[in-house]
């Protein structure tokens, strides 16, 4: 007896077994791309990946390796090592965890591999590298910010001021009470003086 297969019967095989096959893999930079790292202060942010299939799923269990260029601008991961093999976590995702730059300022490329049951994929992450003392120009940012603050404060404790002194129940401007007002910076207060 012979079985007669029909062309849509083996077509519909033939697409599931390559829906059970894995597919080319992918790899998403989430975090780290295009990084302006502190040479001074030796911090960064850590590169963050994500290994996703043909069908955009997440890859748990696939190996990444990161690796930082060998001379110039670059950096390291733990132990001075300008490589580091991770594995993918349930989402797929691979940190490249105690990243830091070397002393030298510029633009660089950290290369990110991929590998999971005989598929491969790469990409890198852009990063700079700057020597900036971060804590004296972020602190002069939040100084600066904090002044315009106080001063758009105090400008509207002022014209609360004349407000209050001008329509105080009829009474004129010159006979009325003006209460101080107090602008505490650090707790961030406004009010009466007690």
């Known amino acids: 007896m012979k079985l007669w297969l029909g062309p849509f019967t083996v077509l519909w095989a033939t697409a599931v077994l390559l829906a ?28 963050i990946v994500e290994v996703r299939d043909r069908n955009n799923r997440p890859v748990a269990g696939a ?9 110039g601008a670059s950096g390291s991961f733990i132990g001075r090592s300008p490589t580091l093999r991770v594995t993918t976590d349930a989402q797929g995702r691979a940190a ?30 852009h990063m700079s590298n ?17 002044i ?19 329509h105080s129940g009829g009474s004129s ?3 009325s009470t003006v209460i101080p007002t107090t602008i505490t910076a650090g707790a961030g207060t406004v009010g009466a003086r007690p």
Do not use: M
């Open 63 to 71: 190996l990444v390796l990161f690796e930082a260029p060998r001379s």
């Open 173 to 175: 401007p010159s006979t």
């Open 130 to 146: 700057v020597a900036v003392a971060g804590a004296v120009g972020d602190g002069v940012a939040a100084h600066g910010k904090l």
């Open 96 to 125: 490249g965890q105690g990243f830091r730059p070397n002393n030298t300022a510029g633009n660089f490329n950290l290369q990110v591999s991929a590998t999971f049951q005989g598929l491969t994929a790469s990409t890198a992450v």
């Open 148 to 166: 315009g603050i106080l001063i758009g404060v105090g400008a509207a404790a002022a014209a609360g001021t004349v407000y209050a002194a001008t």
């Open 20 to 47: 059970q096959q894995p597919g080319e893999l992918q790899i998403l930079v989430i975090g780290g791309e295009g990084s302006i790292n502190n040479v001074k202060q030796r911090t960064a942010r850590e590169p």
